[in-house]
């Protein structure tokens, strides 16, 4: 059974900082792309970051570009969404997945930021 189960989310003021986890089981982490998706209440689902399999090449949404790094330990199968500088348009549920022939989604973990 494939689960990915968030964490790390959270309330934080304007400016502030949090660490999302996610950690994988039953698909062989280190063969899949791993992204963060974000959805906001009355918005489309979109894109965070990205991170391939192999050598790890990142790819970032324009609006987290500088603020948001994302990295994978393989060892853990764990991705990681470092996020920095957070403003109230981060606000979102933030769910990780998993690609390759396959698709798998994570439950979501609730970040908000607010002062």
């Known amino acids: 059974q494939v689960q990915l189960v968030e964490s790390g989310g959270g309330f934080v003021q304007p400016g502030g900082s949090l660490r999302l986890s996610c950690a994988a089981s039953g698909i062989i982490f280190s063969i899949y792309t791993m992204g963060w998706y974000r959805q906001a209440p009355g918005k489309q689902r979109e894109l965070v970051a990205s991170?391939?399999?192999?050598?790890?090449?990142?790819n970032y949404a324009d609006s987290v570009k500088g603020r948001f790094i994302i990295s994978r330990d393989n060892a853990k199968n764990t991705v990681y969404l470092q996020m920095n500088s957070l403003t109230p348009e981060d606000t979102a549920v933030y769910y990780c997945n998993a690609k390759n022939i396959a698709l798998y989604w994570g439950q979501g973990t609730q970040v908000t930021v607010s002062s």
């Open positions: 991170i391939t399999s192999g050598r790890s090449t990142t």
